[in-house]
């Protein structure tokens, strides 16, 4: 089966601009994640969702990073006015429930280059 | 503080010599402890996690709690083994370390 699949695979946009980053995760999976991976840094954690949810937003860096999983499936990473130290790649995964047990598997990501 | 430290950026290895990544945590409770990989151009897999206590690929690697580590060993390395490597603990989130990457060489 598929898996998790995010677009666009890279995205430039200019500093001050407002970008959508896109996340599909597997069929059947209620938990979906977000990351954000800067050159040289293991994957840092932004926010995950249990159904339509958001059950924690902890990672979020600031009120410019907002996330969305209006339907329980897909969901959005929303940047308002980017900012140059948003360049990184973008990760999504999902797992079929939260919780330590539940495989987490991950997406491709999508490289972020804010100019 | 959670946290994980994997002190070794790059670790070169020949082929057919013994593998060991370091891995060190700082968590208070009982942590899972896993171990991705991400190969060059693939999207970041897991490789393995300490409660399966199994071995994927020729990998192990043991939990001690007394020096909060968890390193991966192999004892003979592979060319293919190349790639890079997070160590990880969750509860919900997964917080990653930095990664090292493994090179072999031939």
């Known amino acids: 089966g598929a898996g998790v699949s995010q677009t666009p695979s890279n995205k430039v946009t200019e500093k001050g601009k407002y970008v959508e980053l896109r996340c599909d995760p597997i069929s059947g999976h209620t938990a979906l994640y977000w990351y954000r991976q800067s050159l040289g840094q293991g994957p840092e954690f932004l926010i995950y969702?249990?159904?339509?949810?958001?059950?924690?937003d902890s990672g979020l860096p600031n009120d410019r990073f907002f996330a969305v999983r209006p339907e329980g499936s897909v969901s959005t990473l929303k940047i308002q006015r980017t900012e140059r130290g948003d360049s990184a790649v973008y990760l999504c995964?999902?797992?079929?429930?939260?919780?330590?047990?539940?495989?987490?598997?991950f997406g491709p990501g999508t490289r972020l280059t804010v100019l | 503080a959670q946290r994980v430290t994997q002190p070794e950026k790059l670790l070169s290895v020949f082929k057919g010599a013994p593998v060991e990544l370091k891995c060190n945590y700082s968590?208070?409770?009982?942590?899972?402890l896993f171990w991705y990989v991400q190969y060059s151009r693939q999207r970041l897999q897991l490789l393995l996690r300490?409660?399966s206590r199994e071995s994927i690929k020729g990998f192990t690697a043991d939990l001690n709690k007394g020096e909060t580590s968890f390193h991966l060993k192999k004892p003979f390395a592979q060319e293919e083994d190349s790639a890079m490597y997070y160590c990880a603990l969750r509860d919900d989130k997964i917080i990653f370390g930095k990664g090292t990457r493994l090179h072999i060489l031939p």
């Open positions: 968590y208070s409770g009982s942590p899972e």
């Open positions: 300490h409660i």
């Open positions: 969702f249990q159904g339509t949810g958001a059950a924690d």
């Open positions: 995964a999902s797992s079929l429930t939260a919780g330590a047990y539940n495989e987490q598997f």
